[in-house]
């Protein structure tokens, strides 16, 4: 914590705020402090800019990682000033930000409604994925999100299906129905979301088009790792391939970068342990 009187400082001056706001969600403890803070500079930030995104972006993202309710308004006065001007990605980001609060954006659930009916579909996905966070009411949400798996965004749409998980099964036809798409992503995340849907009456499809999918483009792999972990010992199939990642030399994973490649070997370790 004592990075945190220059954080103040440059949040209250204004100068390297910018560096500031990238530190800031990471000290949780200080979030009395921090947190009207980076309101106040989300307040000042300009809605109706399309390169504003950046800035208002670390924001959110901040306070999300805080998880102060106290900055639920200010979030909300983003993402619907924002959809005003048309600005759909700050929208979005706005509404995934208010999702990380759970229950505590219920005050500003009637603003998310109005958002679920927007123009923009990953507007829409990101409303619906808000109000599940926020209520738990799949009545509400499965047929917004269902509706959205035969478009533009349909990715998203099916992550978010999958963390209504069961509730969601009138989903499963359409989801089954992206395993025929051309890009691996889409088969992907449409078979992860089908094992948190329809169990293991789906896990024979779910493991081959995961499998597939991580043959054609290794980046998929942290994404069908951490569905095989969900899977436990109905992905059996997959050791193999699991057990070959572990031999690679080279780096793998999203991005390519470290972090990722990290991950995907604590990822593969963990389900070798359960599987094996």
């Not at 043959?215 to 010992?233: H, I, K, Q």
Request: glycine share 6%; aromatic share 4%.
């Amino acid at each position: 914590m004592r990075a945190l009187p220059s954080l103040l400082t440059a949040l209250d001056g204004g100068v390297d705020a910018w560096r500031a706001v990238q530190v800031a969600g990471h000290l949780a403890p200080a979030a009395d402090q921090l947190v009207p803070r980076l309101c106040r500079h989300l307040t000042a930030e300009d809605p109706s800019s399309e390169w504003a995104d950046m800035s208002t972006n670390a924001l959110l993202s901040a306070l999300a990682r805080l998880g102060d309710p106290a900055a639920v308004p200010a979030i909300t006065a983003m993402a619907t000033a924002s959809a005003r001007h048309g600005q759909w990605r700050t929208t979005a980001s706005a509404l995934k930000a208010l999702a990380a609060f759970g229950t505590g954006a219920a005050p500003a659930l009637e603003a998310v409604r109005v958002l679920a009916q927007a123009d923009d579909p990953s507007v829409r996905t990101a409303a619906a994925a808000t109000l599940w966070a926020a209520e738990g009411d799949p009545a509400t949400v499965v047929p917004l999100l269902d509706g959205l798996l035969d478009g533009h965004g349909n990715r998203e749409a099916a992550d978010a299906l999958a963390r209504v998980g069961p509730p969601a099964a009138r989903a499963l036809p359409r989801l089954r129905n992206m395993l025929t798409a051309d890009y691996e992503w889409t088969r992907a995340h449409a078979a992860s979301a089908l094992w948190d849907i329809g169990g293991p009456a789906e896990a024979p499809v779910v493991v081959r088009t995961l499998l597939a999918a991580w043959e054609e483009n290794d980046a998929t792999s942290n994404l069908v790792l951490a569905c095989f972990d969900r899977m436990g010992p109905a992905a059996g199939e997959a050791l193999p391939h699991v057990r070959e990642e572990l031999t690679r030399t080279r780096r793998s994973g999203r991005f390519r970068d470290v972090g990722h490649d990290e991950e995907l070997q604590r990822m593969c370790r963990t389900v070798l342990a359960r599987l094996s």
